[in-house]
T-cell receptor
């Protein structure tokens, strides 16, 4: 089952612009993670934010988490053509017996040179 | 070694065939996963192994049979599949943690399966 919903489903921007993707989820979580997937291949882990954190940075990535609104956002600054990919949020719900990530629907990002 | 290796990369099989997908990691991760992904959809969890024991089976049909022979290997045995089972099958691994200390996953590049 799908825990998260992502918005927008598709995003097209020019190189150098910022890209913002949003994720909403339904149940309480331990943490929320963002992944990137190029051309239907394997997913690459980008960043993990725990339920007691509100903001996290990694290079050109900035992730926020609002547990009261059950939402997160991923900001990619100064985008590059190489950032073209699908981006997924994934949640680890706090009622699980073990590690179990549930992925949102994803945002397809296209960065035009 | 920071990779998850999946073989084969592509597989075409008939509905009466038996085949296996293989996954290997040498990062010392004690949790391993199988996900199924259809085109333009998110990955869907199939199985979770924790310390070589099956801990989660997401109501997957019995024509998919997972196996974890040791802490580095994960197999998915396929038998009597249907055309709708055609998809990208992704293996992942992570450190095994409690419900709070979950860790990011390392994914393999997947096996693209076509059932004819």
């Amino acid at each position: 089952s799908q825990q998260g919903e992502e918005d927008p489903q598709a995003l097209s921007i020019q190189e150098g612009e910022n890209a913002t993707m949003n994720c909403s989820y339904k149940t309480s979580i331990n943490n929320l993670q963002w992944y990137r997937q190029n051309s239907g291949r394997g997913l690459v882990h980008l960043i993990l934010i725990r339920s007691n954190e509100r903001e996290k940075h990694s290079g050109r990535l900035r992730v926020t988490l609002d547990t009261s609104k059950k939402s997160s956002s991923l900001l990619i600054t100064a985008s590059r053509a190489a950032d073209t990919a699908s981006y997924f949020c994934a949640t680890d719900a706090d009622n699980n017996a073990g590690n179990m990530l549930t992925f949102g629907g994803g945002t397809r990002l296209m960065v035009k040179p | 070694d920071t990779e998850v290796t999946q073989t084969p990369k592509h597989l075409v099989m008939g509905m009466t065939n038996k085949k296996s997908l293989k996954c290997e990691q040498h990062m010392g991760h004690r949790a391993m996963y199988w996900y199924k992904q259809k085109a333009k959809k998110p990955p869907e969890l199939m199985f979770v192994y924790s310390y070589e024991k099956l801990s989660i089976n997401e109501s997957v049909p019995s024509r998919f049979s997972p196996e974890c022979p040791n802490s580095s290997l994960l197999n998915l045995h396929l038998h009597a599949l249907q055309p709708e089972d055609s998809a990208l099958y992704l293996c992942a691994s992570s450190q095994a943690g409690g419900t709070y200390y979950s860790y990011g996953y390392t994914f393999g590049s997947g096996t693209r399966l076509t059932v004819v």
